[in-house]
C-alpha cells in the first residue's frame, strides 16, 4: 500500500540555521499530489504547502519543497530558521482518493 | 466561511461509557475524514466518507469506533464503550475532495478515566 516515511521525529536547531525535513513515500499511483501540513502547540494541522508537478519547486511562508518522483521525495526545507516554526509537521500523500500521513517530525528552534 | 467545526472541544468519560463526538464539515466539502492523534501514533485514520458513503474504517478501529454522515453537513463519531486508552484528540477533516487540501477542525480532547 501507500506509504510516507518521515525519519526524523525530532530535529532542534538553533535559530538562523537552515531547516530540511525529509519525506520520502511510495506509491503505485503515477500522479500523487504530496503536501506539508503544520500543527503548532494547541492548534490543528493546517496546509503549509503542497505539489504535484514533478521537479518544481513550491513555496509558501518561507519554506520550499520540491517533488522529485525520480527518487520519491518531498522534502521541506527554509534558509533559516525562526522560533515561530517550531511545530509539527506532516508529509502527506494524496493518490486517488486516499490520503496517508507520514508519522510526523517535531521541529524545536531555540535561540 | 466557517470552517471545520467540532463539539464539544473537551470531553471527559468514565471506562465503559459511550460518547459521541459531532463535526460540521465545511459546507461544500464532499469528503470528510476521522483521525485520532496521539504523540506516540501521530494521526491514525478511523474513518473516510466521500459524498456521504463509507469509504475507509480504519481496520482496526470497527470494533468501538463508529463514525456516521447523517447528511452532508453533519458527521458523528460514536465510541462505545470507551476505554482509557482512547484518551487521544479527535481531529474531524474535511475536503472538496479528489486530491484537495485537508482542512482540520479545532479537535475534541477525550479523556477516558
Known amino acids: 500500500g501507500d506509504s510516507v516515511t518521515q525519519t526524523e521525529g525530532l530535529v532542534t536547531l538553533t535559530e538562523g540555521l537552515p531547516v530540511m525535513l525529509n519525506c520520502t513515500y511510495q506509491t503505485i499511483y503515477s500522479n500523487p499530489f504530496l503536501f506539508w501540513y503544520v500543527q503548532h502547540l494547541n492548534e490543528s494541522p493546517r496546509l503549509l504547502l503542497k505539489?504535484?508537478?514533478?521537479?518544481k519547486r513550491t513555496e509558501h511562508q518561507g519554506f520550499h519543497a520540491t517533488l522529485h518522483k525520480s527518487s520519491s521525495s518531498f522534502h521541506l526545507q527554509k534558509s533559516s530558521a525562526q522560533l515561530s516554526d517550531s511545530a509539527l509537521y506532516y508529509c502527506?500523500?494524496?493518490?486517488?482518493?486516499?490520503?496517508?500521513f507520514g508519522s510526523g517530525t517535531r521541529l524545536l528552534v531555540s535561540p | 466561511d466557517a470552517g471545520v467545526t467540532q463539539t464539544p472541544r473537551h470531553e471527559v468519560a468514565e471506562k465503559g461509557q459511550t460518547i459521541i463526538l459531532k463535526c460540521e464539515p465545511v459546507?461544500?466539502?464532499?469528503?470528510l475524514f476521522w483521525y485520532r492523534q496521539t504523540k506516540i501514533q501521530g494521526l491514525e485514520l478511523l474513518s473516510y466518507f466521500r459524498s456521504k458513503s463509507l469509504m475507509e474504517d480504519g481496520g482496526a478501529f470497527k470494533d468501538r469506533f463508529k463514525a456516521e454522515m447523517l447528511n452532508s453537513s453533519f458527521s458523528t463519531l460514536k465510541i462505545q464503550p470507551t476505554e482509557p486508552k482512547d484518551s487521544a484528540v479527535y481531529l474531524c477533516?474535511?475536503?472538496?475532495?479528489?486530491?484537495?487540501?485537508?482542512?482540520f477542525g479545532s479537535g475534541t480532547r477525550l479523556t477516558v478515566l
Open positions: 502527506a500523500l494524496t493518490s486517488g482518493y486516499k490520503v496517508v
Open positions: 477533516a474535511s475536503s472538496p475532495g479528489g486530491a484537495e487540501t485537508l482542512y
Open positions: 459546507s461544500g466539502h464532499n469528503d
Open positions: 505539489s504535484f508537478t514533478d521537479n
